[in-house]
């Protein structure tokens, strides 16, 4: 069973991982590349997506009481207020994106990216 900072530490490096394809998936856009732009976003889509749900199922099945301290429970539960909505919003950007919704992709993304900053900032400051 993993111990309390294995999983955080995982966590950090996989917010990472995906906050830098997201960032590609930005400079593609700036480069006036919207297929690329698209292609990084699937891909940023699937492996958020496997992150959070992975993530909250070992939340459930490990003893998070045993594993963290309740300040540390506490960030957990912050930080999955905002990766969770996030991860909720990616379904609606990936299908206006493919339907051509501009406007309506636009929104979504912003509302994401607000989401996403939430989810950087309390991924990196959760104690381990």
Not at 53 to 74: I, K, N
């Amino acid at each position: 069973m993993p111990t309390g900072p294995q999983i955080v530490i995982t966590l950090k490096v996989l917010v990472v991982t995906v906050t830098v394809l997201l960032t590609l998936s930005m400079v593609a856009l700036a480069m006036g590349r919207p297929k690329l732009h698209g292609q990084i976003n699937l891909a940023f889509f699937v492996l958020t997506t496997i992150t959070v749900l992975c993530f909250e199922g070992l939340l459930q099945v490990v003893p998070v009481s045993e594993l963290f301290t309740p300040e540390a429970r506490a960030d957990l539960r912050v930080h999955l207020c905002f990766s969770v909505p996030s991860t909720l919003i990616l379904p609606l950007m990936l299908a206006t994106g493919k339907m051509h919704r501009r406007k309506l992709h636009i929104v979504f993304g912003i509302a994401f990216l607000v989401l996403w900053t939430g989810t950087v900032i309390t991924g990196l400051g959760l104690p381990h």
